[in-house]
């Protein structure tokens, strides 16, 4: 199985500037001296590591990072302006290697963590720098020193930031293919997803990317080894938060919640800390008919039931297959994972 992340970039600093060649020209001054200013420095490629970023996404666009050149010295011993460096934010837990040699380059593991990956090139000295007692007039300045520029893979392990979970068939597949370039096996029998499918996700409106897996779909006595059982459960348990899926047409009006029931139940079986992570609840393929009044009758238990529990649930209705309730469900999941990252952020003070 492969969830490895992988772009290749190309950085280049920034050139240092070429030193001036200049002579003082001011009246009653004939034979001024040298005042040839030096260049200023390039600008460096810093990696930085931030916990906002969570996929390598990006760099599916973006191909070549330059930092900017040092502006070239002045007369009147002006020196010419620095270069900005460019820092590029990276997803902690970033490999870095160079991609023509393979060599390793760094292990980003922290948030925060800062690496200077390209050099900016020194400024060249101005002619000033170059007057001596027996050569008054310098006619020459250095040029600014080159640029670095390195080819390299950025490779990154992916965590799920999200997990599905639900029963066989509820459609769980169908929504990772339709919000992410996953192409997973998708069937109108159950069981038809055997291993975990990670889709990474990019809002249409722009935003972070994130992750979310897809795992076979979960049933009754599952804990207990039933159907395919638990074991893709702990492919869950480090996301943020679970989107549980339920088939609107297999709602039971009698017994609206079963199906909801029936997959919490396995999820506090498995770990009662899975059992805690906050829900989004989604009642998917409602362009079938009778959706709504399903629909309906679930959300009126439900809302009686949560009055009770614990979890934060948010419910939402969409269909795979029309579009409908896909935007709204990605700008959910958006604000979830905004707001778990103030969290986390909270903790760390
Ligand atoms: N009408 C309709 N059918 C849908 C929709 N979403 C999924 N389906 C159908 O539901 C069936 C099951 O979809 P999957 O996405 O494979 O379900 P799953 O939850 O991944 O199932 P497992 O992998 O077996 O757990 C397929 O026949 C889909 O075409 C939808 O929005 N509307
Ligand atoms: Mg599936």
Redesign the pocket.
């Known amino acids: 199985m492969k969830f490895i992340d992988e772009a290749n970039i190309t950085v280049e600093s920034g050139k240092g500037g070429s030193g001036c060649v200049s002579f003082r020209r001011e009246k009653f001054i004939p034979k001024g001296g040298p005042d040839g200013g030096s260049g200023g420095r390039g600008g460096d490629i810093i990696l930085v590591t931030s916990s906002r970023k969570r996929t390598l996404y990006d760099f599916n666009y973006k191909k070549v990072f330059k930092a900017q050149n040092g502006s070239g010295g002045e007369g009147n011993q002006r020196t010419g302006k620095d270069g900005d460096d460019l820092i590029i934010e990276i997803p902690p837990g970033t490999v870095v290697v160079n991609a023509d040699t393979g060599e390793p380059i760094k292990d980003f593991v922290n948030p925060d963590e800062t690496f200077v990956l390209a050099k900016g090139g020194r400024g060249g000295q101005g002619n000033t720098h170059f007057k001596t007692s027996t050569h008054q007039t310098p006619r020459f300045a250095q040029p600014g020193e080159p640029a670095e520029t390195f080819n390299i893979r950025l490779e990154l392990k992916l965590i799920a930031d999200v997990g599905?979970v639900?029963?066989?068939?509820?459609?769980?597949?169908?929504?990772?293919?339709v919000i992410s370039s996953a192409r997973?096996?998708?069937?109108?029998?159950?069981?038809?997803?055997?291993i975990p499918n990670l889709g990474v996700v990019k809002p249409r409106w722009g935003g972070e990317a994130f992750v979310v897996a897809?795992?076979?779909?979960l049933i009754e006595g599952a804990h207990a080894g039933a159907g395919l059982g638990i074991q893709f459960l702990r492919h869950v348990e480090r996301t943020r938060f679970l989107v549980h899926?339920i088939?609107v047409?297999s709602i039971d009006i009698d017994d609206p919640l079963r199906d909801y029931e029936t997959i919490n139940r396995e999820l506090t079986l498995y770990s009662e800390e899975l059992s805690h992570k906050p829900q989004i609840v989604v009642l998917?393929?409602?362009?079938?008919t009778g959706a709504e009044e399903a629909a309906d009758s679930f959300q009126k238990a439900i809302e009686s039931h949560l009055v009770q529990i614990s979890p934060k649930i948010y419910l939402g209705r969409?269909?795979?297959?029309?579009g409908s309730g896909i935007d709204d469900l990605i700008s959910t999941i958006v604000s979830f994972l905004d707001a778990t990252d103030e969290n986390r952020q909270e903790n760390e003070f």
Do not use: H, Q, V
């Not at 639900?166 to 293919?177: E, V």
């Not at 897809?214 to 779909?217: E, F």
């Not at 969409?318 to 029309?322: E, G, K, L, R, Y």
């Open positions: 599905l639900g029963l066989p068939n509820a459609g769980k597949s169908t929504l990772i293919s997973p096996k998708i069937g109108a029998y159950p069981f038809t997803t055997l897809d795992i076979p779909g899926m088939d047409s998917s393929k409602m362009d079938l969409i269909s795979a297959a029309t």
